[in-house]
């Protein structure tokens, strides 16, 4: 006698297993092709059609000094950014991590309620701090009897301090993530292992938090690339940025091709500066197993 | 592992190793906010000797290890090692090696590397570094191991790394928080034995913190059986057991039949008591109730289980005996393992029957249990409320 297989009628339920259970990846993927894939799609064809005569809109890019300014000031911006970030979030999120875990989550919120605030008014707020006549020039003109006011807006240094305000909590997140996943005991253990507390922190807790740090790292970076409205207001003429330019070329001129192109170049440059995190992640990775 | 000197006690073979250092603790006390982890502890390990604290959870035995190691601050009290006042050292200066409970290796480190941290905390460097890593890896058998990292190694070559990395510099103490938990049974049973074999060999002191009876009574010298934040009692493995000064003590450390008794009698040289086998006398030694109690005073009398006999034989020799009926048979091989109810006083008793050429018997059967008053001990009886 040949075993009947039961088959039960159908039921919604059966979506949630097997095979069926992919249907529920129909909107997100649907989302993405209609909302990212597509115009991504449509602006490499905007770029590789919009010759300008005979030019390709990426020779100007790559070749017009305006073009390679603007990317390599939006770089050196977002590295700079990365960089403080990661100077300042680093003892922030140590910080947090070793507090008794009520207070924990008073500084976590504090640090957090920055968001509670948009970007434009936190940019505007700059100003009245880093003027000339702001809070900390007066400070600092009193403290060591300055002449001048020191320029702190208008220029790198305000658009890094502007960028860093608004990316400062992504990066002590992300460390403070890191550094939760760092078993308990281990300092404890160099520090019976006769290591004081300096040389168990740097031998052992750091190199552990170093995948935290590359992907706080590259988060910030790739996310600094894309400011705007930070280094329109706290930036001068020379902190032009890839966006403000991109605005400029595309709405404000109408030249399509050479946005696109200067777009596809920045989108390089985010895949680049990922690739570089995965490919360093992975060498951890490789070290663990 | 194989080890010259299987002789109990310690066995220094190499007379360039460190032979251990006492561990002094008087009057330790441990607040987490108002909690009392540790209640007064006063214990005193002699150099060179194994000293486990066994307890279940929350008895304080992993308090007290981590206030010896330096990982906690005592709330009042003192810690020497090696005759040197340690309470408010940090760990760093302590000088001792640990073991934890889930190794702690470091995950970025290769094996020889975490062998190797505590030397290079100590600027021990080059050939001299070499040559002790490579005494202590041949010792634990980790020479094919030290290029490995620590993700790369089963859990009882984790457990021997953490060893060695724990010994590698020759302390005088070393701190074990249940090195064996987190292994299976045939690897603990085998890592019992190169504990122990490691404690001869290198001579050094070591304080063991266990919730296995089974592995304090294997490897100690002394025993101190923590309960709530305090040391109930320290002794050595065969005293605590043959011996037991409390029915907490009895019933912690191996399988005991607690079963009420009156003092009919109490004189110097020892008393007696109306039993579940009529009236027993006790020998002063198996006596720990209060010197106050006396004529009338209840107690209870601790047997172990491998100390009730079945009388096969229908007449006695003289033994008391009583008849009780079989409720439980757990046969494992070497040994079977009864619980059988008397009819009259409704006491349960477990009895344990190792002769392989006695007869069986099942359940519901009607058997004699005779005792041997020389094992029985007497406690007192355990408070109303406790």
């Given at each position: 006698?040949?075993a009947?297989?039961?088959?039960?009628?159908?039921?919604?339920?059966?979506?949630?297993?097997?095979?069926?259970?992919?249907?529920?990846?129909?909107?997100?993927?649907?989302?993405?092709?209609?909302?990212?894939?597509?115009?991504?799609?449509?602006?490499?064809?905007?770029?590789?059609?919009g010759?300008?005569?005979?030019?390709?809109?990426?020779?100007?890019?790559?070749?017009?000094?305006?073009?390679?300014?603007?990317?390599?000031?939006?770089?050196?911006s977002?590295?700079?950014?990365?960089?403080?970030?990661?100077?300042?979030?680093?003892?922030t999120?140590?910080?947090?991590?070793?507090l008794?875990?009520?207070?924990?989550?008073?500084?976590?919120?504090?640090?957090?309620?920055s968001?509670?605030?948009?970007?434009?008014?936190?940019?505007?707020?700059?100003?009245?701090?880093?003027g000339?006549?702001?809070?900390?020039?007066?400070?600092?003109?009193?403290?060591?009897?300055?002449?001048?006011?020191?320029?702190?807006?208008?220029?790198?240094?305000?658009?890094i301090?502007?960028?860093?305000?608004?990316?400062?909590?992504?990066?002590?997140?992300?460390?403070?993530?890191?550094m939760?996943?760092?078993?308990d005991?281990l300092?404890?253990?160099?520090?019976?292992?006769?290591?004081?507390p300096?040389?168990?922190?740097?031998?052992?807790?750091?190199?552990?938090?170093?995948?935290g740090?590359?992907?706080?790292?590259m988060?910030?970076?790739?996310?600094?690339?894309?400011?705007?409205?930070?280094?329109?207001?706290?930036?001068?003429?020379?902190?032009?940025?890839?966006?403000?330019?991109?605005?400029?070329?595309?709405?404000?001129?109408?030249?399509?091709?050479?946005?696109?192109?200067?777009?596809?170049?920045?989108?390089?440059?985010?895949?680049?500066?990922?690739a570089?995190?995965?490919?360093?992640?992975?060498?951890?990775?490789?070290?663990?197993? | 592992?194989?080890?010259?000197?299987s002789?109990?006690?310690?066995?220094?073979?190499?007379?360039?190793?460190?032979?251990?250092a006492?561990?002094?603790?008087?009057?330790?006390?441990?607040?987490?906010?108002?909690?009392?982890?540790?209640?007064?502890?006063?214990?005193?390990?002699?150099?060179?000797?194994?000293?486990?604290?066994?307890?279940?959870?929350?008895?304080?035995?992993?308090?007290?290890?981590?206030?010896?190691?330096?990982?906690?601050?005592?709330?009042?009290?003192?810690?020497?090692?090696?005759?040197?006042?340690?309470?408010?050292l940090?760990?760093?200066?302590?000088?001792?090696?640990?073991?934890?409970?889930?190794?702690?290796?470091?995950?970025?480190?290769?094996?020889?590397?975490n062998?190797?941290?505590p030397?290079?905390?100590?600027?021990?460097?080059?050939?001299?570094?070499?040559?002790?890593?490579a005494?202590?890896?041949e010792?634990?058998?980790?020479?094919?191991?030290?290029?490995?990292?620590?993700?790369?190694?089963?859990?009882?070559?984790?457990?021997?790394?953490?060893?060695?990395?724990a010994?590698?510099?020759?302390?005088?103490?070393?701190l074990?928080?249940?090195?064996l938990?987190?292994?299976?049974?045939?690897?603990?049973?085998?890592?019992?034995?190169?504990?122990?074999?490691?404690?001869?060999?290198?001579?050094?002191?070591?304080v063991?913190?266990t919730?296995d009876?089974?592995?304090?009574?294997?490897?100690?010298?002394?025993?101190?059986?923590?309960?709530?934040?305090?040391i109930?009692?320290?002794?050595?493995?065969?005293?605590?057991?043959?011996?037991?000064?409390?029915?907490?003590i009895?019933?912690?450390?191996?399988?005991?039949?607690?079963?009420?008794?009156?003092?009919?009698?109490r004189?110097?040289?020892?008393?007696?008591?109306?039993?579940?086998?009529?009236?027993?006398?006790?020998?002063?030694?198996?006596v720990?109730?209060?010197p106050?109690?006396?004529?009338?005073?209840?107690?209870?009398?601790?047997?172990?289980?491998?100390?009730?006999?079945?009388?096969?034989?229908?007449a006695?020799?003289?033994?008391?005996?009583?008849?009780?009926?079989?409720?439980?048979?757990?046969?494992?091989?070497?040994?079977?393992?009864?619980?059988?109810?008397?009819?009259?006083s409704?006491?349960?008793?477990?009895?344990?029957?190792?002769?392989?050429?006695?007869?069986?018997?099942?359940?519901?059967?009607?058997?004699?249990?005779?005792?041997?008053?020389?094992?029985?001990?007497?406690?007192?009886?355990?408070?109303?409320?406790?």
């Open positions: 006698m040949t009947v297989a039961v088959r039960p009628p159908w039921h919604p339920s059966q979506l949630l297993v097997g095979n069926a259970s992919l249907v529920w990846l129909v909107p997100g993927l649907a989302a993405v092709a209609v909302l990212f894939v597509w115009p991504i799609t449509n602006l490499l064809l905007v770029s590789l059609d010759a300008v005569g005979t030019k390709s809109p990426y020779l100007a890019v790559l070749t017009e000094p305006i073009y390679l300014r603007v990317i390599s000031n939006t770089a050196v977002s590295l700079g950014t990365t960089i403080v970030c990661l100077l300042v979030g680093y003892p999120a140590y910080a947090i991590h070793v008794p875990p009520p207070w924990r989550l008073v500084v976590l919120l504090s640090v957090l309620f968001y509670a605030v948009g970007t434009m008014p936190r940019a505007f707020s700059w100003i009245v701090l880093l000339d006549r702001g809070l900390v020039n007066q400070a600092l003109m009193s403290a060591f009897d300055l002449r001048e006011p020191v320029q702190m807006l208008y220029n790198q240094a305000g658009v301090i502007g960028m860093t305000h608004v990316m400062l909590p992504f990066m002590v997140l992300t460390l403070l993530g890191a939760a996943r760092v078993p005991r300092v404890p253990a160099a520090r019976t292992m006769g290591a004081g300096l040389r168990a922190f740097a031998l052992v807790f750091l190199p552990l938090t170093m995948p740090i590359l992907a706080g790292m988060m910030t970076f790739i996310y600094s690339l894309g400011f705007y409205v930070v280094p329109a207001v706290l930036g001068g003429a020379g902190q032009t940025t890839t966006v403000m330019i991109l605005r400029d070329l595309t709405v404000g001129q109408g030249r399509w091709g050479i946005g696109a192109a200067l777009s596809i170049t920045m989108i390089v440059i985010c895949i680049l500066g990922a570089v995190y995965v490919s360093l992640a992975r060498i951890g990775e490789i070290e663990e197993h | 592992m194989s080890f010259a000197g002789v109990p006690g310690r066995a220094v073979t190499d007379p360039t190793l460190s032979c251990g006492p561990v002094e603790v008087s009057e330790l006390r441990k607040l987490y906010g108002s909690v009392e982890a540790l209640q007064a502890a006063t214990l005193s390990v002699r150099q060179g000797e194994f000293v486990s604290l066994l307890g279940a959870s929350g008895s304080g035995k992993s308090t007290l290890l981590k206030l010896i190691a330096g990982l906690e601050r005592a709330t009042s009290g003192s810690i020497r090692l090696g005759g040197i006042d340690a309470t408010s940090p760990s760093e200066r302590r000088g001792i090696g640990m073991v934890f409970q889930d190794y702690a290796l470091f995950p970025t480190m290769t094996v020889e590397a062998i190797a941290f030397l290079r905390m100590r600027g021990v460097r080059g050939d001299e570094a070499k040559s002790r890593i005494r202590v890896a010792m634990l058998r980790l020479e094919p191991l030290l290029a490995r990292k620590p993700s790369q190694l089963s859990g009882g070559q984790q457990q021997r790394v953490a060893i060695a990395r010994i590698v510099f020759d302390p005088q103490i070393l074990l928080d249940e090195p938990s987190a292994l299976d049974k045939n690897l603990r049973e085998q890592t019992k034995g190169e504990i122990k074999a490691l404690h001869q060999r290198l001579g050094l002191t070591i063991y913190v919730h009876q089974s592995e304090a009574l294997a490897m100690s010298d002394r025993i101190a059986v923590m309960d709530h934040g305090r109930v009692d320290v002794d050595t493995p065969q005293a605590l057991y043959a011996r037991p000064r409390s029915s907490f009895a019933q912690f450390l191996g399988q005991a039949n607690l079963l009420p008794v009156t003092v009919l009698d004189s110097a040289t020892g008393c007696t008591v109306e039993s579940l086998w009529g009236a027993l006398s006790i020998g002063a030694a198996n720990a109730l209060e106050s109690a006396g004529r009338g005073a209840r107690g209870l009398a601790v047997l172990r289980p491998e100390h009730l006999r079945i009388a096969d034989e229908p006695g020799d003289g033994r008391p005996r009583v008849r009780a009926t079989v409720v439980q048979v757990l046969y494992h091989g070497c040994e079977t393992l009864y619980r059988a109810t008397c009819e009259a409704q006491l349960s008793l477990a009895l344990k029957e190792t002769r392989p050429a006695s007869r069986s018997y099942a359940l519901g059967e009607d058997m004699q249990v005779e005792v041997d008053p020389a094992h029985i001990v007497v406690v007192p009886a355990l408070q109303d409320g406790t």
